[in-house]
């Protein structure tokens, strides 16, 4: 039996998180006596809870984010109904709890929440429960955690099981951390030394990185928010990933890479990847300077048509497919400069091979303790009070128009970006779609679970 159980509740089962492994690789003395349990999000509530009731932990350790902290919730909330004997010690960890204020519904269900990288934090916390026992009462204890010293930390890939490695995305971390400070996301809470980019050693990183393609793993995720923010670092981690590719190895690699930073060298060891090897995610996020400025985005003066440079590039020069993202909503933006936005940057991606291309269009949200807050009053930003705390109004969109664009997201994600239908992206624009969306949502009602065959036949109808 073990008395240290590590859970969450990944978006899909193909998801594992590094994060759990991470926080088991380091518990030293005390990694054999701690096991990692993970579920998927549509998972039915009692394959989640019996498993955990059926371990029997001394100390149950939850990583929560933002998109399964109300699952996550309700997971502690039926596990309160069903603990026989002593309940487990709880804590909570994760970037979701790093940042909520103290009076949190969620936190009332926890004993200790561990704010900030927790490698070497839970494992201290554990050492002292165990040593010292606990009764779980009281008032939820709250531990502030430094950053990690991640030339000091131990990899946790090798805790990737053989099915894992066969049959599910493999998320992967070359860096921690972002030099730039976006409102909207947490990387902006941080600052100073805090918001530093901090790389793995590099050699025994791609030591990591062999060893886990003999072992067969196809899809690697990279979780840096800026891996090309060192070129000449970035572009040795891809000439392994070529070298592999050369030696017949079936392997995509996804980078997410900021969209100002692509000088010629990266340009050259981008445009060697084979088709299907290489996935990009592209945060142009706006293309609206002003918009782009308050938000205290980098280089946004002249940042517009360097992004779209590059996402050019990519189209026509690479065989990546490339993601896109746009946000819609921020401060001061109406839907006309929004749709400006996407039709510059359809209009990039639409210039070759349409059938790599994807936009992705997010909603602004609020996420717990982010700088963005400070625009509420000034341009009317009023948030859902619920994860994931999208923006619903703001003195530029009403809440009616938000709702336009969300099926205007979601229909383009499942007719565009999932490639129901073939289509001719150069004869739409926002507007067109955004009509068409309205349409469709008239028709079904929904914007999910509609067939396949009925959304084609419907779509043909009104194009």
């Not at 990944?10 to 380091?26: D, E, F, M, Q």
């Amino acid at each position: 039996m073990k008395n240290i159980l590590l859970t969450t509740i990944n978006a899909k089962w193909i998801h594992p998180s590094l994060a759990l492994r991470l926080l088991k690789a380091n518990m030293g003395a005390l990694e054999d006596r701690c096991e990692i349990l993970e579920f998927a999000l549509r998972q039915p509530l009692c394959e989640k809870t019996q498993p955990l009731i059926a371990a029997h932990p001394i100390i149950l350790g939850i990583s929560v984010s933002i998109w399964n902290h109300t699952a996550t919730l309700e997971l502690l909330r039926e596990l309160e109904k069903l603990w026989a004997g002593q309940r487990p010690v709880i804590v909570l960890g994760g970037p979701e709890v790093s940042h909520l204020p103290p009076e949190a519904e969620i936190f009332r269900c926890a004993d200790y929440v561990i704010r900030g990288e927790g490698e070497d934090a839970f494992r201290i916390l554990c050492e002292k429960i165990l040593s010292d026992g606990h009764e779980c009462r009281g008032a939820t204890q709250f531990i502030n955690a430094e950053n990690v010293d991640v030339c000091g930390i131990k990899s946790g890939y090798h805790l990737y099981t053989d099915e894992d490695v066969t049959k599910k995305l493999i998320y992967v971390e070359a860096s921690r951390g972002c030099l730039f400070n976006c409102e909207f996301c947490l990387s902006a809470v941080k600052s100073g030394e805090n918001n530093k980019v901090r790389e793995f050693p590099l050699e025994p990183f791609l030591a990591q990185m062999d060893e886990l393609v003999r072992r067969g793993v196809k899809t690697f995720k990279f979780l840096d928010r800026t891996f090309n923010i060192n070129i000449s670092r970035a572009c040795e981690i891809m000439e392994f990933f070529l070298e592999k590719l050369e030696q017949k190895n079936e392997i995509v690699v996804h980078f997410e890479m900021v969209p100002f930073l692509f000088p010629p060298r990266l340009r050259e060891t981008l445009s060697r990847f084979p088709p299907g090897s290489l996935r990009l995610e592209i945060g142009v996020q706006t293309l609206n300077p002003e918009a782009a400025a308050r938000i205290s985005r980098a280089g946004y003066q002249n940042q517009a048509e360097q992004e779209l440079d590059a996402v050019r590039f990519l189209r026509e020069k690479t065989n990546a497919v490339i993601h896109a993202d746009l946000i819609a909503g921020l401060p001061g933006e109406d839907l006309a400069s929004f749709g400006n936005g996407f039709d510059r940057l359809l209009a990039c991606l639409a210039s070759a091979k349409t059938d790599n291309m994807e936009i992705q269009v997010g909603i602004l949200k609020l996420l717990p303790g982010t700088p963005i807050s400070r625009h509420n009053d000034t341009f009317g930003m009023v948030y859902e009070p619920l994860p994931p705390y999208e923006v619903r109004e703001t003195s530029a969109v009403s809440a009616g128009g938000f709702l336009r664009v969300k099926n205007f997201a979601r229909f383009w994600e499942i007719i565009v970006n999932r490639k129901l239908m073939c289509f001719d992206a150069n004869n739409f624009t926002f507007e067109k779609f955004l009509a068409l969306s309205d349409s469709l949502y008239a028709r079904f009602g929904k914007n999910w679970g509609i067939d396949k065959n009925e959304l084609i036949e419907a779509v043909k109808n009104l194009i």
